[in-house]
């Protein structure tokens, strides 16, 4: 059995339970003492068979004698309940099925018991080192000390959060708003009319046109995204841009005779002619009537 430096050999381990238990005990009783008292220690358990053996040793060494034995439930397996008969001896099968065998402890003080396999030994004359010193009982290591207790941090109220509001989406254009460009263009269109009228030419009849054509093209691209109220006012600028189209022979024709009146009389004529046809003109592209 390895040497336990931090609980009492098997030898004082037997005293002090046989003493304690009044005396006298079965080994059983005695290892299972033996087990719980190691376990306690944090140490493991002796075996039955070495338990045994101190038995035998203390038996040997006239440290204890045999008592008495009594019946357990399992000691005959054929028979129930019979009992030890007086004149029973113990046993010499360390495995045959028996009843509980009591030892009775001798001598207490015997300073024997603390080196049990040592005495038996120097017993039968064989040599025996001494018993090395036991080491100093340690003092119970202090209690850990406790933290220092915890600054409770006053608690800073935070001002509560303002939601944040997502940024406002910009007010969507209005049908109106989306068709003011070509407005303008038609604006400046008319403009050109009054440049046309105080010093025509064809180059200023050519412009107009392309300007009309250019703008017809946008105007029906528009048309052909637009919903509701846009696509209804994309197509009064359409009809109107139509409708200036189809004057564009009459005023081509007007500005002709004024650039090929010879006398003043032909081109004071000719002038109220133009003047009369840019009138039209720009009537039907500023309201398409």
């Known amino acids: 059995m390895p040497v336990r430096v931090r609980a009492n050999p098997p030898g004082e381990f037997i005293r002090d339970h046989l003493v304690a238990a009044g005396g006298m005990d079965y080994p059983q009783s005695i290892h ?4 719980a008292y190691l376990r306690d220690r944090g140490l493991d358990g002796a075996s039955r068979a070495s338990m045994s053996k101190y038995i035998w040793l203390a038996n040997q060494l006239g440290l204890v004698a045999f008592d008495h034995a009594e019946p357990s439930e399992y000691w005959n397996a054929v028979e129930d309940g019979v009992e030890v008969p007086p ?18 402890i001798l001598d207490p003080g015997d300073p024997r018991w603390i080196r049990l396999e040592a005495s038996y030994r120097e017993s039968i004359g064989l040599e025996v080192r001494p018993m090395a010193p036991r080491p100093p009982v340690r003092p119970p290591a202090p209690p850990p000390a406790k933290p220092p207790p915890k600054v409770k941090r006053p608690k800073v109220e935070k001002p509560p959060k303002v939601p944040k509001k997502p940024p406002a989406k910009p007010p969507r254009p209005t049908p109106a708003e989306r068709v003011a460009p070509y407005e303008e263009r038609v604006g400046v269109i008319i403009a050109t009319l009054e440049e046309l009228e105080t010093s025509p030419s064809l180059e200023a009849v050519e412009d107009i046109e392309n300007r009309l054509l250019d703008l017809g093209e946008d105007v029906v691209g528009a ?30 024709s007007s500005v002709e005779r004024v650039l090929a009146a ?21 009537e039907n592209l500023a309201t398409g009537e």
């Open 223 to 252: 048309m052909a995204k637009a919903r509701g109220t846009e696509r209804t006012l994309l197509g009064n600028i359409n009809s109107r841009l139509r409708s200036a189209l189809e004057e564009m022979g009459l005023l081509r």
């Open 87 to 104: 004149e029973y001896v113990r046993e010499s099968r360390p495995h045959a099925p028996s009843p509980r065998h009591y030892y009775r």
């Open 262 to 282: 010879a006398e003043p009389a032909q081109r004071t004529r000719a002038e109220a002619a133009l003047r009369a046809a840019i009138r039209v003109f720009r």
């Open 32 to 35: 299972r003492a033996y087990k």
